[in-house]
Structure formats: C-alpha cells, structure tokens
C-alpha cells in the first residue's frame, strides 16, 4: 500500500500541532516548563514537524522530476 507524501505530511503536521498543543497544556498545568513530559511532548512535536517537512519536500521533488 503506497500513501502520497502531501496525505503523509499532512498526518505528521496535525500530530505535531497536537503534541504542541498538549505540551502547551502539561507547561500551564505546573510551575515549570522544564519538566518530563513538557520535554518528551515538545520532542514528539518536533520530530512530527520534520517529518512533515520532508515529505512536502519529497512531493515538490516527485512533482518536479515528473514534469521533466
């Protein structure tokens, strides 16, 4: 089964902004930002948001080589 990388990008963007939004939630809930899962939920965002980034990349390259 094959995904297209624009549906895949899209899947990984909306999980970041949810673990972004959740971290957000575990940081007002306490006195510091600096605890455990503030910084796991911050990583998970940032990894999703990479991801995504590079699959809307590798569909403008496909979509580029394609026109060629």
């Known amino acids: ?3 297209n990388p624009n549906s895949m990008g899209l899947f ?4 970041g902004i949810l673990f972004t939004y959740l971290a957000i939630n575990t940081a007002t809930a306490t ?3 600096w605890t455990l899962p503030t910084i796991i939920l911050m ?4 990894f999703d948001f990479s991801v995504s980034i590079r699959m809307f990349s590798y569909s403008a390259r496909m979509k580029k080589a394609k026109n060629k």
């Open 1 to 3: 089964m094959r995904f």
């Open 12 to 15: 990984y963007l909306a999980m």
């Open 31 to 33: 006195d510091t930002i």
């Open 43 to 46: 990583l998970l965002a940032t």
